[in-house]
């Protein structure tokens, strides 16, 4: 209710600004953390995969936080705004406009050459603390693992979102490890956020629908369950600064009718969530 007023509502005009200031100064705080030192040992091991839309300073923020700790590592951003950005040693995938989030994900995804992919949304902010090396070494020394997933910081709220389990559509397949467990002391789960490592080709086994533009998450991990195990690393870790003030983006984000009508065909219910 309190976002509806502050975002929608009559608090917009008081709240904007004091979250764009919020933002801002815990992005700054978090500069001045401990920062690793620049690692170049996964170039050829590890892609970081982007999907971007109508948000070029966002995306710009993302790619400078991935640059402070991994000067070369390779990104790829699947980008289908009107002007599709162009970012130094950035490859970009320019899509038609408002092609969608699946199409974007999957059109990344056919590009990636590294055996190992990293899975982010662009609003995602890394830490100069945002260690891949160990996280990737989890993946590569249990092969019964699929994705990985880390741990997002809602900003301004400072929220550690924990893995939802459950949150998935009704389905008759069968984990292939029992939701809940742990391999190697990481949590199983059936849904992680859209900040995780996987295996390239195993990934590439469920791959995104390009006909949902919005909402293809929990689509993405109710086709995953019983061909991929998924798994929760806390120590993995992001920020996350959404933009719920950027009216131009938020019409095109909140435009699901399409989406959530497919999906109800699909698995009988109908499903709000990302």
Known sequence: MLRR????GPLRPLAAPLHALAIRAELAAARILPMLAPDRS?????TILVKTFERPAIVRRLVASIRHGYPS???????????PIEIPGVATVALPFDTGVSAGRQAGLDRVKTPFVLVADDDFVFLPSTALAPALAKLARNPSIDILGGQLIDLPQLRFREPPLGQIFATSATPLVPIGSAIDGLLVC?????????RTERLRLVGWDAALRRIDHADFFTRALGV???????????????????AAYMKHRLDV??????LAARWGVRHAER
């Open 5 to 8: 007023l502050a975002v929608d």
């Open 42 to 46: 996964l170039d050829d091991q590890l």
């Open 73 to 83: 590592l390779p990104i790829i951003v699947a980008d289908d705004s009107r002007l």
């Open 190 to 198: 059936d849904k992680v956020a859209n900040f995780y490592l996987a």
């Open 228 to 246: 991929l195990v998924t798994v929760f690393d806390r120590e993995l870790r992001a920020l996350h600064a959404q933009t719920p003030f950027d």
């Open 257 to 262: 009718a399409h989406d959530r009508a497919l």
